[in-house]
């Protein structure tokens, strides 16, 4: 029986498996979660969305931004954290724990394209005026893989569906057990954190709920940080582009 | 011969591309997308195998 840790943290449950310093790994979720929620006036993050000015920013989200600007390129623009005005405008103002407020689906608009809106240099980003970016799920991979690189060798961390094994771990996967070795894993889904018509995934073409014809796409994939933006491009292109994106892309893959 | 050189040119060039169009066509037309293949694909690395055992966490997020 291998050590685990859960807990709550980025409003969903994380869970840490291994025996590596998994309290120590609780802690670095919690303060870097702390350092780019847009829920926190004072995070890293919010100040980059306020200043639309070149701020200066950590190491850390030096790495989570150019890891968004290749989650750009790799989707095809699919995966855009710049929706961030349409997700408040459907009504995601605060943490769904709380409740969604009313939308105002008539400020919901397609995002800009984030290469000609964020800018990055060492230590150093930029927000162009009027834009806000939400790191969202690009965020939980790419910690789920930092997550494992503290943790050690036979580590698994799973921030909330998003998750990388380093060694070999039974996991479940679209209703069946799977072992992975080395993978990163991550389901994009329209059927959970959803109310009324609303749900959390943004098509960044029209600003609104994505309504592809898939609801739910699970990837396995080198990294976690690319098994999300896999699994989210895939379930936003919908089900005539996304088996040969997969296939492209990554290592297995369910759809449904 | 110089005054015919231009004709052959273009006669030739012409020739070259009713080949490649006729190569490119003869190869789709033998390797058609089956309109038939699963929407879920098997999975395809050995890095992911099914198992008969607990499963430590999944990948639902909640």
Known sequence: MRPELHF???????????????????????SFAARITRFDQSSELSHLNAAAAWVDISPELEQLLRA???????????VNVAVLPSM??????????????????DQAHSAPLLPNVLNVK????????????????????????????????????????DLFARGEWPVEIAGQTYLLRDLGVATSSTRRRRWGDMHHVIDPRTG????????EVSVAADTATAAEVIAKTALIA??????????????????? | MSDRRPLLLKIGATVLSLLAT???????????????????????????????VQPVTSTYAS
């Not at chain 1, 449950?13 to 120590?24: A, E, K």
């Not at chain 1, 609104?208 to 609801?215: D, I, Q, R, T, V």
């Not at chain 1, 996304?242 to 296939?247: G, R, S």
């Open chain 1, 8 to 30: 709550r943290a980025m409003g969903t449950t994380c869970s840490l498996f291994g025996d590596g310093d998994l309290v120590d790994g609780e802690r670095w979720v919690r």
């Open chain 1, 68 to 78: 968004s600007l290749r989650a750009f390129e790799m989707s095809g623009g699919l």
């Open chain 1, 88 to 105: 408040i405008a459907i009504g995601y103002t605060r943490p769904l724990a709380e409740g969604p407020t009313a939308a105002r689906l």
């Open chain 1, 122 to 161: 060492r230590g150093k980003a930029r927000l162009a005026p009027n834009v806000r970016i939400d790191l969202g799920g690009v965020a939980k991979g790419w910690m789920a893989d930092r997550l494992c690189e503290r943790l050690g060798a036979n580590s698994l961390g799973n921030l909330g569906g």
């Open chain 1, 208 to 215: 609104l709920p994505a309504a592809s014809g898939l609801e």
């Open chain 1, 238 to 256: 919908g089900p005539d582009l996304a088996p040969a994106y997969c296939a492209t892309h990554a290592q297995a893959w369910w759809l449904s």
């Open chain 2, 22 to 52: 006729a190569a490119s066509a003869a190869y789709v037309t033998a390797h058609v997308k089956n309109p038939s293949a699963p929407l879920q694909p098997s999975v395809l690395s050995s890095s992911v195998r099914p198992a008969d």
